[in-house]
């Protein structure tokens, strides 16, 4: 017998959007409901139309099949689609999943509506009980629902079957730049209503305390109901119905099943409003009763008042501007891939939240439900976006009226599904699929629908910023350089607000300039934020010997953003995909089990709600919030001395209001000698938040209260052994197993990779440059080394002066590099230790990474960390671990001996277990063999890390140049 749903052949009909699915709507049927998750019978079929077979296996539901054990593995590519068939086809090789297991109705569910509820599916969905055919669904990220209630049967059993066909036509609308899976990947379960019942409510507030909500009733008894109402309990205060439409049409004693519409309103004098600072929920609880009085059904939401609105060039929240300090946020699981606990999506919540962000772009599809009522409670700002990405055939498909259903299909139904969210403050048509009439049809819903809050589409709106005619309230680009943000803000023709939805791309190794870009947001009218690039590096747990994804048994088997032995982090390519974009799906802030890499705290700083200023001797202290005192914060002095410590202090907050400041007195007398200074705040919760346990660490703003004197003092010690240097000019010294030399290299960063650099470096040799002895000149108090380094691009003359000082040597180099090296990684020197150096100490910037670019977020201190925890391991092993602005640093042995550095100025250090070599051999962090010695490196320059491997570069003022290079610094043994 054929069937007829498979007959219709949806996978290949774009037209098809579903059928037999029932509309969406905003109302959560998780409680009480039946779940259907666990094991269910499984085979995976090569085509959907291959023959259902005999033989069953077992999946777990929700999950992925290609993380759980299938030989239909991962692959990752970011716009070109996996095969070569153009839209609306998708290849005859097509993996199908079939699921099939028994459900027990209970029987107490006679005479009820029963609805089963398919949280995600994709691509496409097919439902069948019973061998009946059901209803089919697109859209591999928002819930389906199908009606059972003629199907099944109360107290009986039923035998639900869903298909999952891999590929099809929607697959051109799923483009996004993330790994290919395909299953079930969010919760499936069954529930049953009253035939009478809420079919939707609509909930709209103003922040003055006004709300307004709209209850959809339907009945699917078909006669004609009489007398029912609704209530809604708000806080505990009754909310009456004061309005009514009947919707109904009545012929022949038959009513159709759209009985009306009530209003409830109420005005809440003291509602505390909702902002992401102060996310103030308040239960209400709709109830749909018959005649009688008797409750036919009731719906639980969580009220935030609160406005969106755009008043010329600004977006205002409860009337305020206030900055976005987002990210873009995908459902996403080193494990379970696209299948997220609500554990998880509370941890990364949490995460952001301690590191300042405020806002989420839910990139680029409607995240897991979950994920709203979250950022509702914690307090984000979301831009809900469409499951619309048709990157590869954007151009073909915008226009495309085939796809047209399936455009005003996406959008709506996220709207329906996330109207009431206080959180969702911008509805968003999709990410990169070119800009046609699609865009404009589902951006009429929408306006038409929700005129409660502005869209943005980047397609749209990239056409022209000010453009008032395109489907975007936002002038919202991706990766625009910051001059030209700058220079739309000041043209005079900025017509909306300009806020990136995608900025400071966090591929390895990068995300220089952030505190550039939030400099010229601060102190420029029109420009109010962006959203960086995203939460997470994509890395999916494999085992190294067989290259399967550890799935769920992957539990714990990494630590730290490290994965234990025998296993890695796998990008695009390893799952042996032949078309894959590699590492570029490595590109978060946080590792892939949501460690966080240093970005988080240059963030953390740039977002500080509280900041510092020491100006004509006056310290002041500033409420950055937007809504939100400085009484939930409490807070330390802490004074750093080049030459004397560290002291601390309790500190007071002044009590000022949101953008308020006020003068407080100084907590130290500085002392007379000690050089430099630095007075740092350190900021911590003082209560327990709902994001953080009290005396998390917030911020770290700080302040230079004295700088370094110029006259070093003269330690008077006994002079060093006489400066040694073998036939070759090397240095010879009992703490070094490789001598000081020149380096102009560091093992490119992705950015470096992608954004052409390292290909230039590498045409000039400066990965292998040859070192000519030219002199040696020996004196009373040292010896001068003159040497040559051949590049392509001329030959660079290094000199080294060694002289004998104080208990050791100080090294006077310089270099100087021909007029065409425009552009190189680094100028400065690289040496190699004896094993057992295994603590460094620094004072400088710290205690986290940080890179000439990136250094806003590390405080000028005393920091001490073993040598092994000083290297970031980016899953492709690049140039990390460096530290920003060190003055001094030492290398110890348990037993105390080893060596002080003292650097002529603040300088890029680095001590790592690394070669250049090691790090370039290795494709991935697992495959690094750390040396037992270290590998230290000081810098005259360090080039800046920029965003290049999909943006800007870093500003011109972070370019190591040709020219003169000059550095000098003392070696002392302990
Ligand atoms: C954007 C795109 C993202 C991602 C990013 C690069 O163009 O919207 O999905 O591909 O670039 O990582
Ligand atoms: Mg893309």
Not at 307 to 335: A, C, K, S, T
Not at 426 to 448: F, K, M, P, Q, T
Not at 672 to 690: F, N, P
Request: proline content about 7%; some cysteine.
């Amino acid at each position: 017998m054929s069937d007829p749903l498979r007959a219709l052949r949806p996978w290949e009909s774009p037209e098809v959007t579903s059928w037999g699915r029932l509309p969406m709507n905003a109302l959560d049927r998780r409680t009480g409901a039946l779940p259907l998750d666990g094991d269910w019978r499984f085979q995976l079929l090569p085509a959907p139309d291959a023959p259902v077979q005999g033989v069953w296996s077992s999946q777990p539901v929700p999950g992925a099949w290609t993380v759980q054990g299938t030989d239909d593995l991962p692959q990752y590519t970011n716009f070109a689609m996996p095969w070569g068939e153009f839209p609306p086809d998708s290849p005859a090789a097509n993996p199908t999943g079939v699921y099939e297991r028994e459900v027990d109705v209970p029987a107490a569910w006679a005479g009820r509506r029963i609805v089963l509820q398919v949280g995600a599916a994709g691509s496409v969905l097919l439902v069948h009980v019973d061998g009946r055919p059901v209803g089919v669904s697109k859209d591999s990220h928002l819930a389906a629902e199908f009606d059972l209630s003629g199907v099944v049967r109360p107290g009986g059993r039923a035998v639900l079957r869903l298909t999952v066909v891999k590929w099809s036509d929607a697959s051109h609308l799923e483009d996004q730049d993330q790994w290919w899976h395909a299953g079930i990947t969010r919760p499936v379960l069954l529930y049953a209503t009253d035939p009478l019942r809420l079919a939707d409510v609509t909930v709209r507030t103003r922040c003055d305390g006004t709300l307004r909500v709209d209850c959809q009733v339907r009945d699917a008894g078909g006669a004609l109901p009489a007398g029912w109402y609704v209530t809604g309990e708000l806080d505990g205060r009754l909310l009456t119905q004061d309005q009514e439409f009947e919707r109904f049409k009545e012929k022949d004693g038959r009513v159709s099943d759209f009985l009306g519409e009530a209003r409830l309103g109420t005005v809440v004098a003291d509602a505390r409003p909702w902002t992401a600072e102060t996310p103030a929920l308040h239960p209400l609880t709709v109830r749909l009763h018959r005649a009688d009085g008797s409750v036919a059904d009731t719906s639980h939401h969580r009220v935030g008042f609160r406005e969106v609105e755009i008043r010329g060039r600004d977006l205002l929240l409860n009337g305020e501007r206030v900055y976005i300090r987002g990210v873009n946020r995908h459902d996403f699981h080193p494990l379970t891939g696209r299948t997220v606990s609500y554990e998880d999506m509370r941890a990364d919540l949490v995460t952001l939240k301690r590191f300042g962000f405020n806002a989420i772009r839910t990139a680029h599809y409607p995240n897991d439900p979950s994920l709203l009522d979250l950022a509702d409670e914690l307090g984000f700002y979301v831009i809900d976006e469409a499951n619309i990405e048709a990157h590869d055939h954007a151009h073909e498909i915008a226009d495309d009226p085939r796809y047209l259903g399936a455009f005003v299909d996406r959008v709506s139904r996220m709207v329906l599904r996330d109207k009431n969210h206080p959180c969702v403050i911008v509805w968003s048509l999709g990410n990169e699929s070119d800009y046609g009439a699609n865009h404009d049809a589902a951006a009429g819903w929408v306006r038409r629908h929700d005129p409660t809050r502005p869209l943005q589409y980047e397609g749209a709106a990239k056409l022209d910023w000010a453009d008032p005619t395109v489907a975007s309230d936002i002038a919202c680009p991706m990766y625009a350089p910051l001059e030209d943000c700058v220079a739309h803000a000041l043209s005079g023709r900025q017509t909306k607000p300009l806020i990136q939805c995608e900025y400071s791309h966090a591929m390895g190794n990068s995300n220089g300039t952030l505190a550039d870009h939030w400099e010229a947001i601060e102190s420029t009218p029109g420009l109010q934020g962006g959203f960086i690039w995203e939460f997470w590096d994509h890395g999916i747990l494999q085992r190294v010997n067989d290259g399967r994804p550890a799935g769920r048994g992957g539990a714990g088997l990494y630590d730290h953003g490290v994965t234990t032995p025998g296993h890695r982090w796998a990008y695009g390519g390893d799952f042996g995909e032949t078309i894959h974009d590699g590492a570029f799906v490595a590109d978060g802030v946080v590792f892939p089990d949501r460690t966080p890499k240093p970005v988080m705290f240059e963030h953390r700083e740039i977002a500080a709600p509280v900041r510092l200023a020491y100006t004509g001797g006056e310290l002041r202290v500033t409420n950055h919030q937007h809504f939100r005192g400085l009484d939930r914060l409490a807070a330390e002095w802490r004074l750093s001395l080049a030459d004397g410590g560290t002291r601390t202090a309790p500190a007071e907050l002044p009590r000022v209001p949101a953008g308020g400041s006020a003068v407080v007195p100084m907590p130290f007398t500085l002392p007379e000698e000690g050089g430099e200074a630095w007075l740092t705040l350190r900021v911590t919760t003082a209560d327990e938040e709902a994001w953080a346990p009290r005396g998390t660490e917030v911020c770290v703003p700080q302040v230079r209260l004295r700088a370094a004197s110029r006259t070093v003092s003269a330690t008077a010690t006994a002079p060093g052994p006489p400066v040694e240097v073998d036939e070759d000019g090397l240095l010879v010294h009992p703490l070094l197993t490789a001598a000081p030399v020149l380096s102009l290299w560091r093992t490119p960063t992705d950015n470096d990779e992608l954004g052409g650099m390292a290909a230039r470096w590498r045409a000039w040799g400066l990965d292998a440059t040859r070192r000519t002895l030219l002199d040696v000149r020996r004196g009373n108090t040292g010896v001068t080394v003159i040497a040559e380094y051949t590049t392509l691009a001329g030959a660079v003359r290094h000199e080294q002066v060694f002289t004998r000082v104080g208990g050791g040597i100080r090294i006077e180099e310089t270099a100087d590099l021909p007029q065409g090296l425009t552009d190189v990684p680094r100028v400065g020197s690289v040496f190699e230790t004896v094993a057992g150096l295994d603590v460094l100490q620094w004072y400088g910037q710290g205690p986290w990474e940080s890179y000439p670019d990136r250094s806003t977020g590390a405080p000028v201190g005393h920091h001490s960390l073993p040598v092994d925890e000083l290297f970031t391991p980016y899953l492709r092993p690049q140039e990390s671990g460096g530290r920003h602005g060190v003055r001094r640093f030492t290398l110890s042995a348990p037993d105390g001996t080893g060596f002080t550095v003292a650097l002529d100025e603040p300088r890029q250090v680095s001590v790592t277990r690394y070669r250049d070599e090691d790090l370039a051999a290795a494709a991935h962090h697992d495959e690094l063999v750390a040396r037992p010695g270290c590998v230290v490196r000081l810098d005259a320059a360090h080039r800046g890390l920029g965003t290049a491997s999909c943006g800007p570069d870093t500003s011109p003022g972070h370019l190591v140049r040709a020219g003169t290079h000059r550095w000098s610094w003392t070696l002392r043994p302990r």
